[in-house]
């Protein structure tokens, strides 16, 4: 939700710097005023919509132009690559990875952060900081994977709102863990990227 944010932010921040790099005749300078005021107005409705979870109102928006950003409609987002798409009604909640899998991931992960110790050498220590920190990308990239899947079954009315906001707040708190394990891992290794 918070990317679909972005294209309109962005759009504002551009609207306003050409405001002030050139000084505009009044008829311009309203009329960009009352798209930075429709992009306000979207951008707030964007907010609601993430704090109640309504997807419904997301069509409703206008366009503040007449080629709105890519994003900003919703559509052209794309659809998870693989397991995603439920085949039939039996496997309507088929992802990639389970939760289970997902926890077990981050469990083990964070095991190994906490028994993990440098051991003198610099070479040795860049080499095992440095796949250790693979290891958590790779990790994290599963989760946002998850996440958009989750997302995917959700905008295919095959998750009801309150099973994704469930499992969706059940992924928030493994990206925390594995936050948390990433800060322990730089801490012990006193590396900071």
């Given at each position: 939700?918070?990317?679909?944010?972005?294209?309109?932010?962005g759009i504002m921040a551009v609207l306003?710097?050409?405001?002030?790099?050139?000084?505009?005749?009044?008829?311009?300078?309203?009329?960009?005023?009352?798209?930075?005021?429709?992009?306000?107005?979207?951008?707030?409705?964007?907010?609601?919509?993430?704090?109640?979870?309504?997807?419904?109102?997301?069509?409703?928006?206008?366009?503040?132009?007449?080629?709105?950003?890519?994003?900003?409609?919703?559509?052209?987002?794309?659809?998870?690559?693989?397991?995603?798409?439920?085949?039939?009604?039996?496997?309507?909640?088929?992802?990639?990875?389970?939760?289970?899998?997902?926890?077990?991931?981050?469990?083990?992960?964070e095991e190994k952060t906490q028994n993990?110790?440098?051991?003198?050498?610099?070479?040795?220590?860049?080499?095992?900081?440095?796949?250790?920190?693979?290891?958590?990308?790779?990790?994290?990239?599963?989760?946002?994977?998850?996440?958009?899947?989750?997302?995917?079954?959700?905008?295919?009315?095959?998750?009801?709102?309150?099973?994704?906001?469930?499992?969706?707040?059940?992924?928030?708190?493994?990206?925390?863990?594995?936050?948390?394990?990433?800060?322990?891992?730089?801490?012990?290794?006193?590396?900071?990227?």
């Open positions: 939700m918070r990317k679909k944010l972005l294209p309109a932010v306003c710097l050409n405001g002030c790099r050139s000084q505009q005749s009044a008829p311009e300078t309203e009329a960009l005023r009352e798209e930075i005021t429709q992009l306000q107005q979207q951008v707030s409705d964007l907010q609601e919509q993430i704090t109640s979870g309504s997807t419904e109102t997301q069509q409703e928006i206008p366009p503040a132009s007449e080629t709105p950003a890519e994003g900003e409609s919703g559509e052209g987002s794309p659809a998870p690559e693989t397991e995603a798409s439920p085949s039939d009604g039996a496997s309507a909640l088929s992802t990639t990875h389970t939760m289970e899998e997902l926890t077990g991931l981050v469990a083990a992960f993990a110790a440098p051991s003198g050498a610099v070479s040795e220590d860049m080499e095992q900081f440095l796949s250790l920190k693979q290891e958590e990308k790779e990790i994290g990239d599963q989760l946002d994977r998850h996440e958009d899947e989750l997302e995917y079954l959700y905008r295919s009315n095959a998750l009801s709102r309150e099973e994704y906001r469930t499992l969706d707040r059940e992924l928030e708190l493994l990206e925390d863990r594995l936050d948390a394990s990433e800060d322990l891992l730089e801490y012990t290794f006193g590396m900071d990227d």
